[in-house]
């Protein structure tokens, strides 16, 4: 497989977690040919989870092209739900209602999973437990929300339908109906990823930048990495966490590559009480979503374009984010917002929403994570969960949802 990763630039503008402070994760130049149990392409939040799992009990080998952190990470809004792209009843209809149950609960438990790692490693990422507040939009109306909050808490979710009056009493908001649910969170998604790789460190694992990989090649007993450094990385296996540089040679049914747009407001905000404790997000195509940081920032996405290069337009940078606060003050009229930083970004979207965690087809001991759509960081511990399993011999009970 020549050129293992198709370039892409993931990123437009200047995030707000480009500037937070903590993000040094040492390392170090490929000097010589070396030889681990799992190489690990990418060096990105699915790669730092990935890292942190499998440092565990392999050596292993971080390369990017990039210094840690600077792809597609940096261009998250960290909303880190376990609610998924397609709505549990929308997703029911495409892959059947059994394991449209297992794929929430296995999300649901993802974001728990989350918490845990980064209580238990001492993680200091600005991590807050959050609710959810999903509105009733033109994709789907008050009656699919209903439908939807009765089909989550039929499966043990704790979700709960409002009204157009409760929504209006309880958070000044005029539409028809909206679910609240309870168990998901918000980070900043650079230090969260910085303190994962440099834990992975800790237990043996070597970053190394910036590395290229030009080419690999399987045989019965592992892979070979070829780069540009002009030095091979052998390793028993291999993933891929390129976040959305596709792999060559990887089919992804359905997937594509879409653009998002971003903001970040300056600290202390003028906003609603409730909104320090919830992310919201909206039932439309295209959709708002928005939540606070901890120093008091919005921070508002949204906008999204089936392009995948949209997101490296200057002008249509500066009018996406302009419509974005328009949309937001027309829901929330008296929130201020005064923009500190503005931002665009790629990510790679499935057909069901689901991610693609799986071997790579015709190419032996190497796995690819994309697809993950608007729950990077979610499914990044999943994937870290399904192919650790594997590695390990064992059998994760859903891996067969994330294959394409």
Known sequence: ????????????????????????????????????????????????????????????????????????????????????DLPLTALAEKIGPAKAKRA???????????????????????????????????????????????ARAAIGLESDYVGPAGLGERFGIDRTGAIVSQGSASADPARLAAGLLRRAQKAGA???????????????????????????????????????????????????????????????????????????????DPYLYFRMGGDGRLIVGGEDEADPDAHADQAKLKRKCE??????HALLPGVGFEVDYRWAGAFGESATGLPSIAPVPDMDHAWAVMGFGGNGITYSVIASQVVSTALRGGADPDADLYRP
């Open 1 to 84: 497989m020549t050129g293992a990763t198709i370039k892409k630039n993931l990123r437009t503008g200047r995030s707000l977690w480009a500037d937070s402070a903590g993000l040094g994760v040492p390392v170090r130049p490929l000097k010589e040919a070396i030889s681990v149990d799992v190489a690990i392409v990418g060096a990105g939040i699915s790669g730092a989870f990935m890292a942190h799992e499998l440092s565990r009990d392999h050596t292993v080998a971080v390369l990017d092209r990039r210094p840690p952190l600077t792809g597609s990470t940096v261009a998250s809004t960290a909303l880190l739900q376990w609610e998924i």
């Open 104 to 150: 929430y609960l296995r999300s649901r438990s993802a974001v728990e999973a989350l918490k845990r790692i980064v209580a238990d490693e001492r993680i200091v990422c600005g991590l807050k437990d959050k609710a959810t507040l999903y509105l009733a939009g033109d994709e789907y109306g008050h009656r699919a929300l209903e439908a939807e909050a009765a």
């Open 206 to 284: 070597t970053v190394y930048s910036r590395v290229e990989v030009m080419e690999a090649a399987s045989d019965p007993d592992g892979v070979t990495l070829l780069t540009d450094a002009g030095h091979a990385v052998r390793a028993r296996a291999v993933v891929f966490c390129c976040g959305y540089e596709f792999p060559k040679g990887v089919p992804t049914p359905g997937a594509k590559v879409i653009s998002t747009w971003a903001l970040a407001s300056k600290p202390r905000q003028r906003c609603p009480a409730w909104l320090r404790d919830t992310l919201v997000w909206e039932a439309s």
């Open 323 to 328: 419509t974005i606060v328009r949309k937001l």
